[in-house]
C-alpha cells in the first residue's frame, strides 16, 4: 500500500483521493482553506445562502458515462435533479429568450421570428445534434452515440464552427436578440465549439442542477472520500515537494510540519507549482499554453432582495451599455436567482446574485490594488456594489427599494481562497481554431508527482476536475501496481 499525498482539497483532489482509495491506496489530501471543495463552493450571509459555482453540471444523465464517475464520487447517486426550463435567458430592452429545453421547437421559434437568421439557426440546429451524438447522451434521437464513420462524415459542419469564437458567430444573426442570446452565455472570446457543446449538454438532459446545489455536492464528495478511509487536512497550506534524485519524498506545509510520501498528486494552478512548490520548470506542453492563451475570472455582487417572486429567475443576462463595459470589466451582466431551492433565503425574500465575466488584465486590476491599497480595494468594491444594484434597479424597475448587498467578490478574492495567480475559477479560455486536448499529468525527471486538475483541460470545470482526479489515480496503478 503506497502512501499519496494529494495537495488541494477542490474535485480534483477529492476525486483523486476517492480513486485512489478505491485502489487501496492510503491517502491524505491537503487542503488550505478550512473546507473542502475549492471553486466548488458557498458560503452564508445574513441568513441567505451563496451557491457560487454550478450554473450546469454536465453528467446529470444517467445514460452519460460522466454520471457512472460521478457516481463514483458520491455526488450524484440517489439526488433529485432540477431540470430547470431554461439553460440561461438573454434579456434585451426588456424583450427575453430563453435557452430552453426543446431544441427543435426553440430553432423553429427563432426561425419564424427572424426568417433571414433560419440557415444560420438550422446550420446551428445540426451542428448541436452532432455534438450530442459524439457526447453519447441518451434522449430524443440520441439512444446511441455516434460511430467514428458517423462523426467523420459531420466533420465538415463542425469545421465552420471550430474557426469562429462566440463573437464571431453571434455576429453572423441579424436579428439583435438572436445575436445578444448566442453572445450571452459563455465569453465572448471563447471558440463557438464551446458553446455548442455545452448547449448540446443540455439538449440531451446532461447539464443540469443537483438539488442542494454545489454545498451539497462538495459535502457528498467529501463524505465519500471520508468513509473510504481517506485522510482530509484542512488548513494545511503546503509550500515545498522535496525531491531527492528525482523522486518527490515528502511535502513541507506553512504550518512548518512535513509529511513523507510515495507519490505526491499536484491540482494546482501549474503557474503557482512549477519553480515555486516544486524546484523543476514547467513542462514545456503547459507553459505554452500560459504564453498563448487568455486565463479569465469574474466580478460578482450578492444581493437580498425583499421580493419572494422577482421576475428574474435562474439565470437572464443582459448587455451592458457600451460606456460601462471597462468600468464593469465585461460586455454581459448575469443574474442568478436559484428560486428552486427553497431554503437559500429567509421565507418571503429572494437572493440575487450577479456576475460579470472579466478579462487577464481586469483581474490583474484587481489582485493588484489588493495587494498594494486595501483602502483602495475596499472601495472600488463599494462602488462596484453600488453601480450593480443602480443597472438591476434601471433594468427591472420592480426591484427598486428591495435590494440589499450582502457581498462583493472579485479576481482578488479567488486569488486569495483558490491559490490560482490570476484568480482564475476555471482554466484557459478555449478560443476558436482549438480543441480542448487533455495535457499530459507526468512531469518529465520527477517519477513520482503526478498533476491533476482543470488546468490539464481547457477550459476547465467539475467534469474536467474530476476525471484528471481519476486519471492521477490510474497512474499510480502504474507506479505502484
Ligand atoms: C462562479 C463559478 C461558477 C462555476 N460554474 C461552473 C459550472 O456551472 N459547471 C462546472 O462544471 N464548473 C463550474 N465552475 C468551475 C469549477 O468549479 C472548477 O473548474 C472546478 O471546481 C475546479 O476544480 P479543481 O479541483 O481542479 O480546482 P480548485 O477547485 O481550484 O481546487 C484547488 C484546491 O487547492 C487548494 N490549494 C491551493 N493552493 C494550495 C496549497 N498550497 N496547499 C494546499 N491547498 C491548496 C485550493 O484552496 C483549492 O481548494 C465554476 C466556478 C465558479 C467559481
Redesign the pocket.
Known sequence: MAKILI???????LSAGIYAQMAGHETVI????SV??????HWARQGYHID???????GTNPASSLYRLWCDLGALDGVEIYKRPALFTMDFRGERLGLSRDLDELIERLCARSPRDAGELRALRKVIDTFQGFQGIAGKGHDQAYDNKKMAARLPGILKYFNLSVEDLAKRFHDPLIRHFIAGLVPGNFGALALIFTTAGFFGDNADLPEGGSAAMARRITERYRALGGTLLLN????QIELEGGRATAVRFADGTRLSADAVIV??DPA?VFGK?LDVPMPQTLAKEYGRLERFS?V?CAFACDLAQPSVTGDVSFPLPRALHKTMGGAYLAVRNDHHETDYTPAGKSLLQT?VYCDEETARHYIELRKTNMVAYRKEKRRIAWLTQKILEAKFPELAGTLTVLDVWTPAT?RR????EMGS??SFALPRRRLPIRKSNRIPGVANVVLA???LQMP??????AR?GRDAAAVLEELFG
Open positions: 495537495i488541494g482539497g477542490g474535485v480534483a483532489g491537503c487542503e488550505q482553506h473542502a471543495g475549492g471553486s466548488l463552493t457560487n459555482c454550478i450554473h450546469w453540471l454536465t494545511k497550506t503546503a509550500v491540482t494546482l503557482c512548490l469574474a460578482h456576475m479567488y481562497y483558490l491559490g490560482t475559477f476555471m486538475g482543470q488546468w476547465g470545470g467539475l467534469p474536467i476536475a484528471t
